[in-house]
């Protein structure tokens, strides 16, 4: 589960550096939000973020990287569980396939109160760049 | 907030000559099995094809073409089978087999996901076969998938189709897709399909029969002799007439 990272990061890199293009200033700073459910590797997606910003014309940027925790509510009984809690018992290849995509969690989680399948993600599904904050060109 | 995935989804879609998005407005009508044979016929006529399945809750493109090979995970993306030169990419690779309980927001998050994170590479064609109807897989497609695009609509005879069909039509032509035309499947002699089509300004591509033959070769390393079936050739006939470049296949 590393390369997945390495595409999330450029991608995340490109859009800010093509937002900051939009906007003609150079990025100070940015939070990148990364969700429990996507089990990305957050110390490497820092890692990479960091070398891919000074290719990308970002090198003065400050950049944040927290986990957004994962809230999974059920649709049927209104319990809400945690990441663990939703994780809980599934296998190396399912949880794989909720690293690519978060939402998968209804496919192959059950309500821990109800046993429904009715998983709705409330927080913590995938990557989110917040809070660019932009100087004016000089 | 800056959603990463748009960029990706733009870079993906700088390398897809066209898009060919399959609907129609009943389940059950032959949308999946159109799709993925358009897609062979396509491979076979020297293009280079991806089939996104985008019916989240009844993935059917995996099965048709034998496929169940997981994606592979590279630097570029998820890298998706290849069968017959067509790259099929379908959540069915992810939840293999399991069932797939999605409400609205999660199925465009899927969809999104599917489109940023798939690594198709170039491509002169990409098929996506839409689930029936006219809610979020639609709708989220038309929005991410700009570019070079159209439309094609798959019905039966049957007045329910016609009817469902007369409204993916109309909310495919007002979110902006050109219209190829309409396929009349299953068909048995001079059926309504035609009228639907001259109704609604667009063309008629013609009648696929029914095909009994098509049982025996739906399923495990049957993508091959899919072509050589009768619905193959009638469909290559449709496609031709609706201007797609594809070559006999016997």
Known sequence: ?138 | MIDYRDELIARRLREVGYTLLVGGGKGGVGKSLVAAVTSLLLARSGHVVGLLDLDLHGPSSPTILGVSDKPAETSEGIVPPEVEGVRVMSIDLLAAGRPLPLHGAAKDEIVKELLALTSFGRLDYLVVDLPPGTGDELLSAARYLRGRRGGLVVTTSSPLSLSASRRALMIMSSLGLEILGVIENMASGEGPAEGLAVGMGVRFLGRIPYDGGLAGVVGKTSAGRLLGTSFAESLRLALVRAGLLVKETR
């Open chain 1, 1 to 138: 589960m590393v390369l997945h990272e390495y595409v999330v990061a450029s991608g995340v890199v490109d859009s800010v550096a093509k937002f900051a293009g939009s906007v003609g200033g150079r990025v100070k700073s940015f939070r990148v939000l990364v969700g429990e459910l996507s089990m990305l590797d957050i110390g490497l997606i820092r890692e990479l973020l960091g070398e891919m910003a000074r290719g990308a014309g970002l090198s003065e940027a400050s950049i944040s990287v927290e986990i957004e925790r994962a809230a999974i509510r059920c649709g049927s009984c209104g319990a809400e569980m945690s990441f663990s809690e939703a994780v809980e018992g599934l296998t190396e290849e399912e949880r794989e396939s909720m690293h690519f995509i978060p939402d998968l969690v209804s496919s192959f989680a059950r309500c821990k109160k109800c046993g429904g399948p009715d998983l709705r993600v409330v927080s913590g599904r995938g990557v989110k760049v917040v809070d660019v904050v932009v100087g004016r060109p000089e």
